[in-house]
């Protein structure tokens, strides 16, 4: 119990903070590429990369892994806004957002591990 709650507090941090972030983000940007989400994913795999990396008790890995890095991140806010832009004729946009979003979340994720090694030793 006492971990639903700790990802329930956690999450209640991330998602109005994801929303924050990615307008923030895309209001910046006279584009039709979601450039909030593509940053909010980023920076969510390069923090979960720093956490996993620092094994944390369980406890935080609930709080701040599933519950705040887990609803800043989106995947599903990802796979609309790339059929939306497929849909809308923008295939090289959707293609685009595809591979760059997995390279970039991907190797986010890879420099915070290599971060948290660095670290701990």
Same mark, same amino acid.
């Given at each position: 119990?006492?971990?639903?709650?700790?990802?329930?507090?956690? @999450?209640?941090?991330? *998602?109005?903070?994801?929303?924050?972030?990615?307008?923030?983000?895309? %209001?910046?940007?006279?584009?039709?590429?979601?450039?909030?989400?593509?940053?909010?994913? *980023?920076? @969510?795999?390069?923090?979960?990369?720093?956490?996993? @990396?620092? =094994?944390?008790?369980?406890?935080? =890995? =609930?709080?701040?892994?599933?519950?705040?890095?887990?609803?800043?991140?989106?995947?599903?806010?990802?796979?609309?806004?790339?059929?939306?832009? *497929?849909?809308?004729?923008?295939?090289?946009? =959707?293609?685009?957002?595809?591979?760059?979003?997995?390279?970039?979340?991907?190797? %986010? *994720?890879?420099?915070?591990? %290599?971060?948290?090694?660095?670290?701990?030793?």
């Amino acid at each position: 119990m006492t971990a639903l709650l700790l990802v329930a507090l956690g @999450g209640a941090v991330g *998602a109005p903070l994801r929303y924050l972030a990615d307008r923030f983000v895309q %209001a910046r940007h006279d584009s039709v590429f979601p450039w909030g989400t593509f940053a909010v994913n *980023a920076t @969510g795999s390069l923090l979960l990369g720093l956490l996993a @990396g620092l =094994a944390p008790p369980g406890w935080a =890995a =609930a709080l701040l892994g599933t519950g705040l890095l887990g609803t800043l991140t989106t995947y599903s806010t990802f796979g609309y806004e790339t059929v939306r832009l *497929a849909r809308e004729g923008g295939w090289f946009l =959707a293609y685009a957002n595809v591979m760059g979003s997995l390279s970039a979340g991907l190797g %986010a *994720a890879y420099v915070g591990l %290599a971060v948290a090694q660095a670290l701990t030793g």
